[in-house]
Structures are given as structure tokens and as C-alpha cells.
């Protein structure tokens, strides 16, 4: 099932995609709001995105999303109502722009990543049943 969605997001996808971008992973998540500020040491890494802190507010605000890892950056779709990747483009950021804040596997595996000047960032959430897609999306970003 995992690798029709993957397929499906990498087509939704390749109309944006630059000459030579390939897809590497997407996967869906629950996508929430997160302030890194606490941190600290994590943020002092991080690579600063003007304006991110506005992306992450508004990457927040449709929670089910497919979010799709290429060489070169992040992109954020929707998720439709049956579950698959939507058509409209939520945001993308840059990939040197992410940095990968927290990663907790478990029964709900949860991925901060940071990309904001004030340190800001989303919080991906999935269920048990998609771990090895959160392991995958953290692999690719590292």
C-alpha cells in the first residue's frame, strides 16, 4: 500500500520537480506546529530560513499531509480524504535549510524538524503503522 501512495506523491510532485531533482521518499503524517527554541543546542545547528516560522505556521494548519524528500528539498501536500497525496503544493523548503531536531520511535513515532530563523519548525507524527516510513523520511534527511 505504502508504495502506491509513494508512487502516486512522487507524480502529484514531478510537474514541480527541476531538471535532475529526483524524489527520494514521502510519506504521510500528521503535521503540527513546533517551537525548537527549547532546543537550544539543536537550534544553534540548525541552518535559519527567512521566513519559516510563517511555513511552519501554515504547513501546520492542514494537519494530514503527504510530505515528499527529493535531493533537493521538501515538499508538503495535502492528504484527500481517502488518504492519498492531494495535488495542491502546502510549502517546500530547501533541503540544506532542514535539520532533523528530535526523533522518537515508539507506538506513535514522532520527527521535529527545524527550519526557522526564530526557530521554528513542524512536528510529524505517525502511527505505529507507518514507522518504517518515519524511519525512511529521517534516513533520507540525514
Do not use: C, H, Y
Not at 531538471?19 to 537550534?43: D, M, N, W
Not at 511552519?56 to 508538503?76: E, H, P, Y
Not at 540544506?96 to 513542524?122: C, H, I, N, W, Y
Amino acid at each position: 500500500m505504502q508504495q502506491k501512495l509513494e508512487t502516486r506523491a512522487f507524480e502529484r510532485v514531478a510537474s514541480i520537480m527541476q531538471p535532475g531533482e529526483q524524489p527520494i521518499t514521502a510519506t504521510r503524517a500528521a503535521v503540527g506546529k513546533f517551537s525548537s527554541t527549547r532546543l537550544g543546542a539543536v537550534v544553534g545547528q540548525a541552518a535559519l530560513l527567512e521566513g519559516a516560522g510563517a511555513l511552519g505556521a501554515a504547513l501546520a494548519t492542514t494537519r494530514k499531509q503527504f510530505v515528499v524528500v527529493t535531493d533537493r528539498r521538501l515538499i508538503f501536500l495535502p492528504q484527500t480524504f481517502l488518504g492519498g497525496p492531494g495535488d495542491k503544493v502546502l510549502g517546500e523548503v530547501p533541503r540544506d535549510q532542514v535539520t532533523v531536531a528530535e526523533v522518537k520511535m515508539g507506538m506513535v513515532s514522532l520527527v521535529r524538524l527545524a527550519f526557522g530563523a526564530a526557530g521554528q519548525g513542524v512536528a510529524l507524527t505517525f502511527p505505529r503503522t507507518d514507522r518504517k516510513n518515519a524511519e525512511a523520511l529521517v534516513a533520507a534527511l540525514q
